[in-house]
């Protein structure tokens, strides 16, 4: 195949942003999936464990094991959810605070560049399509 198919046009795009946010990310000992957690978490009154690996599109598993390195670095802590005794509140320390600021500069930079290059026109179609594919993936019409 001479031509570049969707799927691989797609995982080209999200492997650079990948690389490109860790390599940012690693200025402050950091990586991305730490980067992409501070941004879920209510910095007012932390978010619950549960509902941040369904908000991240993470396994669990996983979910567990950068919590637990971002505790080891005083990026979070976590309490007894009070209107859910069987759940964990996930909340920011004040290094978190900061960190999920650094966090939210870096993703506003990456957007305003692209803007700078890319049409509002061009960025509108591309949402359209990328869920337009979201749209046909989550509604199994591609493999039944």
């Keep these: ?7 691989q046009i797609i995982r080209e795009t999200w492997m650079s942003i990948t690389k490109m946010y860790n390599e940012e990310a690693a200025k402050f000992e950091g990586t991305m999936s730490v980067g992409y957690v501070l941004l879920k978490i209510d910095p007012q009154v932390g978010t619950p464990s549960t509902a941040l690996a369904s ?3 993470m396994v669990v598993t996983s979910l567990s ?15 007894p959810n009070p209107e859910d005794g069987r759940s964990v509140l996930v909340k920011l320390t004040d ?5 999920r ?6 993703v506003l930079q990456f957007n305003q560049v692209v803007r700078e290059h890319i049409s509002e026109e061009e960025l509108q179609n591309f949402v359209k399509v990328s869920n337009a594919i979201l749209d046909l993936i989550n509604g199994r019409k591609i493999y039944k």
């Design 1 to 7: 195949m001479k031509e570049k198919t969707i799927d």
């Design 95 to 99: 290094y978190g605070c900061k960190m």
């Design 101 to 106: 600021e650094q966090s939210k500069e870096t």
């Design 65 to 79: 094991r950068t919590l637990k390195k971002m505790e080891e670095k005083g990026l979070i802590y976590r309490e």
């Design 55 to 57: 908000m991240m599109g």
